[in-house]
């Protein structure tokens, strides 16, 4: 009996004698992989204990991956989730607990910089340029074959290859927007043999609308200033307060009323005599909404009163 697919190819080599006759295995091994080992016929299985194909190992929530190979991710029982994965399922358990949409509250995940849009509106035929990209993109997440794109190659199921050909901003922008996908950029090769590869894993996926590359062109053509101003300041991070005009406004009293809820938050004044909560981070200003929603109109020992307007929406 072979262990490769078709008879052994000299049986009167010296290889054959010493019990193979030269041929790769190429069997299917328990791990997935085809076995790379010289023909067997005495050994009953194939051992794929030292099995060198690469593969990626993935963190619980999905978020993180790295490259390692096949007999190494066996031996690693699990790949720990980072800070980043941590913020992100709080994030998520917020927006579940308060029933908030995840589009609308989640859109610094998927803001594209300026500084992008910028150079995507400076490239010759740039919008041709963005349309076949997220037509790529889009088929290359969904799990389906990639159309035939200039200084696009898609290898397997899993690696889009951008060409060493390809406009250089044009790769920058490629690179920019492919977290938005959930991509994996990977960088392979050194000095001016450089590979840019794009890798899907099994948190790709489209983005929302907000995320896609075609519709922040559209709104920063439509208002740079306004664009970039969100940029700064994301909504999704502010709380608004249009304090009775008629009694003076004391910032320690928010501060006060948000005691205990380790959160960090500036608070700016308009012209127009708003209120302005800013906080660090979207989980911090979930984790106060209800807090400030509950208290609609506060007022404590001096009068101060406050009237809780609501998230930010530009």
Not at 151 to 163: A, C, F, H, N, R
Request: aromatic share 8%.
């Amino acid at each position: 009996m072979t262990c490769h697919a078709g008879p052994c190819d000299d049986v009167n080599s010296e290889a054959y004698k010493n019990g193979s006759c030269g041929q790769e295995c190429g069997l299917i091994m328990d791990c997935g992989h085809r076995c790379p080992q010289l023909c067997h016929p005495d050994q009953e299985l194939c051992d794929s204990s030292s099995c060198k194909k690469k593969v990626y190992i993935t963190c619980p929530c999905g978020r993180r991956q790295v490259k390692t190979k096949c007999f190494r991710k066996r031996k690693i029982k699990i790949l720990v989730c980072d800070d980043k994965c941590i913020v992100f399922s709080r994030n998520a358990r917020f927006r579940e607990a308060l029933k908030i949409d995840t589009e609308s509250v989640n859109l610094a995940d998927y803001r594209i910089a300026t500084e992008i849009l910028n150079t995507c509106d400076g490239l010759r035929n740039g919008d041709d340029f963005v349309k076949v990209l997220e037509n790529a993109l889009s088929c290359f997440v969904k799990g389906k074959p990639v159309p035939k794109s200039k200084g696009l190659d898609q290898i397997g199921d899993t690696k889009l290859e951008i060409s060493q050909l390809m406009n250089k901003e044009k790769v920058k922008i490629i690179k920019a927007i492919a977290p938005n996908y959930g991509l994996k950029v990977e960088l392979t090769g050194a000095l001016k043999y450089k590979f840019t590869s794009l890798i899907r894993g099994p948190s790709s996926s489209l983005p929302p609308v907000s995320g896609l590359l075609s519709d922040a062109l559209a709104k920063w053509r439509e208002n740079p200033d306004r664009y970039h101003s969100t940029e700064v300041y994301p909504p999704e991070r502010i709380v608004v307060l249009n304090p009775d005009p008629t009694t003076p406004f004391d910032p320690a009293d928010v501060v006060t009323l948000l005691h205990g809820l380790n959160v960090i938050v500036e608070i700016h004044e308009t012209t127009d005599n708003f209120r302005l909560l800013f906080f660090e981070d979207s989980s911090m200003r979930d984790a106060s909404f209800p807090l400030l929603q509950k208290k609609i109109r506060i007022e404590n020992a001096e009068g101060h009163r406050w009237r809780f307007i609501d998230f930010v929406h530009l």
